[in-house]
């Protein structure tokens, strides 16, 4: 604030005005001063990604209404898996409501879109998407940016290594005509390249698909010892049962995309034996009793079960609530640097996100650094067998 | 590429292709009757296919919600004139079949375990709560416009296309749903196998075809649509209702969508948002045959089928590239041969 009174001799009105507003203002910061802790998010609740933006969203009804004895009010919009959308909700929440932290988006392209917005205002933002370019590198903009979900890379690391210990030599690839399945691709190809896996086929599909027919017999012909499908939810078994249908005996591996209830029930029998690396939530209550995220993951479950009816958890929920995790135990450090509703507060908050160590969360344990925003390490993925029609971990 | 390669996908091709061929017709027959490009014929699909696996869960599908939602907005519009013109008795058969019949089927599936019933019974069951919704929607979004511009119609279209998946997400949630088979039956013909499911798709494309071939050919209201699609004003000069051929052709419509849906539900994945591609799929068969020849249409609907199974296998990631890019040579030589003529009358 500028001092305005030292005009000295000058119109006396104009002072009696300067010091009118000057008041109002220190009315209005002080008021500011005692505001709530306000949290934006925007999440995929409809559109192409709903199955995952609907589980985050009832995920965050699940997170702390206060933190530190501060009030938190949580701003939810949808952005219909749409990344216009998504720019559009990051502004909104920002300007219009003066959010101290944004959660969101849940899927990549929306993510990436909003980290520009969050590094011009100077606030944290805490994506739910799973590519390593939201947070990598950590250059001037993402500074403001962390993520929760797992890289593509770590959970394509399991799977090269299970299958190279499985004795597989030759493995085919189908995936999702998209950014997802191109980002598998990348990763798996030059993984398994560097493990002397031989890649025999490559396919796409789209998710909305009705057959699959020539991928798979394509695929079937090259004849390869396991096929990896990257797909995300219940797409992903369709091209599992045409494999089943066209009797493919050797192994079959899917992606963390399809740790979810549903899958099963669409898949049923023809998913037996499949493999997938997921987050530790997924089984949480086969963790052994010394894994440090057994209980975070275990509460979570038992609260996302009591709210919205046994069996609906899924994993994509679990980042939700992990960025939620974040959040609340970095928050207490942030308030001795300054008010919610202050830039001082926005950057005491990115700095303390920054800082965390050791926070467990239902994905695994979170250790944040100035070069890495993620903070994941080996104990946030396990390998999972189908087995029963359950999720079974592997040993 | 062998010969059992190609006869796969020659079969799958034409399982699709005979879906494509059914959406086809309806298409080509909403818009010759009544103008309108009819965008949620898809919608019907994913309505049909999904209402079914609701029913098999043993849950109560949220279309009947809103076939009692719409049949009261119908009320509201119709229920006034009815009783202007036709007095009590008029008005007691618009509210009976607007109001008590879908409140009917809600206390039928509510109380009765309907998911034990044959798969016959409840595949007649989602017909009976899907197919009126094609007259209800005609009444409540079309019929206020119906001598509109094809582009407002158009538009109309499209805005029904929205709040249709949109509320196919509330009903039915993000993940899709497949159905049990009508046959597990397969039979080996020389080198291939043939699945039971496809013969059923293909056969009963086959009977539909020729049910709606002698509807339009022996009966009175068949006649009576096809007049209307030939000369609006002329039919309606002889006395054919313009609102009554409208709704007939949306329940046509909507019937032949529904019976998509459930035929396709046990071979793949049906989500909340997958009917809008496949009705994509029948309209440029639809655009193959002019939006005005039936034959052509069907015919251009296996062509459709067979191109995506062939391009599956040589290019998967480009199929619908492929797929759409046939429209252009169709459009070039569509326009090449015909005259131009400018619609709106």
Known sequence: MRVLITTGGGDKMKIQKTVLAAALGMAFVSGAAFADINVGVSVSATGPAASLGIPEKNTLTLLPTTIAGQKVNYIVLDDASDTTTAVKNIRKLISEDKVDVVIGSTITPNSLAMIDVAAESKTPMISMAASSKIVDPVDEKRRWVFKTPQNDQQMATAIVSHMVDAGVKTVGFIGFADAYGEGWWEQFSAIAEARKLKIVANERYKRSDTSVTGQVLKLYAAKPDAILIAGAGTPAALPQKSLKQRGFAGKIYQTHGVANNDFLRVCGADCEGTFLPAGPVLVADQLPADNPVRATAQEYVSKYEAAFGKGSVSTFGGHAWDAGTLMVNAVPVALKAGQPGSPEFRAALRDALEGLKEVAGAHGIFNMSPTDHLGLDQRSRVMVQIKGGAWQMVK | ?345
Request: hydrophobic fraction near 60%; glycine fraction near 10%.
């Open chain 2, 1 to 345: 590429m062998d010969l059992e390669i190609a006869m796969l996908l020659g079969q799958d091709g034409i399982t699709n292709g005979a879906i494509y061929a059914l959406l086809a017709l309806a298409l080509v027959l909403v818009f010759a009757v009544t103008r309108v490009i009819f965008i949620p014929q898809g919608e019907f699909v994913a309505y049909g296919a999904l209402t079914l696996a609701m029913i098999e869960a043993g849950r109560l599908p949220g279309t009947v919600w809103l076939l009692l939602a719409a049949g009261v907005l119908v009320v509201a519009l119709d229920g006034l004139d009815a009783l202007r013109r036709g007095g009590v008795g008029r008005l007691v058969k618009v509210v009976g079949w607007n109001i008590v019949y879908p409140l009917a089927l809600v206390a039928l599936m509510r109380f009765v375990p309907t998911n034990t019933w044959p798969l016959a019974a409840k595949v007649a069951l989602t017909m009976a709560v899907v197919v009126p919704l094609g007259p209800m929607i005609y009444r409540v979004a079309y019929q206020p416009v119906a001598e509109a511009s094809v582009l407002i119609l158009l538009i109309v279209s499209v805005a029904v296309h929205v709040a249709m998946v949109g509320l196919a997400l509330l009903f039915f949630g993000a993940e899709g749903s497949r159905t049990s088979a009508f046959s597990d039956a397969s039979f080996t013909v020389g080198p291939m196998m043939v699945s039971g499911q496809s013969l059923w798709v293909i056969g009963t494309s086959a009977a539909l075809i020729v049910a709606l071939a002698l509807f339009f050919g022996r009966t009175i209201y068949g006649k009576a649509l096809r007049a209307t699609a030939i000369n609006r004003a002329g039919a309606r000069l002889m006395g054919i209702s313009p609102a009554l051929a409208g709704r007939l052709t949306f329940m046509l419509a909507a019937l032949i969508g529904a019976l998509s849906g459930v035929l396709i539900a046990p071979i793949a994945t049906i989500y909340y948002d997958t009917g809008f591609l496949i009705g994509l799929k029948g309209f440029v068969a639809a655009i193959i045959g002019g939006l005005a020849s039936y034959p052509i249409a069907a015919l251009g609907a296996i062509l459709v089928g067979v191109l995506e199974a062939f391009s599956s296998f040589w290019a998967s990631a480009y199929k619908e590239v492929i797929v759409f890019t046939l429209i252009i040579p169709v459009l070039v030589w569509r326009s090449l041969t015909s005259h131009h003529v400018e619609e709106d009358e």
